[in-house]
């Protein structure tokens, strides 16, 4: 697993402290990693042979 550093801004890190937390994961580390990898499985890259799947 790599790591990554990301800055948000404030108004971000208040709607994960509002409304995502306790939901979507307990810390923003979890949440910011549910946000990409929902967004990525719903864009079709993380699914084998979908429609943005590396050909080889």
Do not use: C, N
């Not at 800055?7 to 971000?12: G, I, V």
């Not at 967004?39 to 080889?56: N, R, V």
């Amino acid at each position: 697993m790599k790591k990554a550093l990301v800055a948000l801004p404030d108004q971000t890190w208040d709607i994960i402290d509002r409304d995502l937390k306790g939901k979507l994961g307990t810390g923003h580390s979890d949440i910011i990693r549910f946000i990409v990898l929902t967004y990525l499985s719903e864009k079709g890259y993380m699914d084998k042979g979908g429609k943005h799947a590396e050909e080889k």
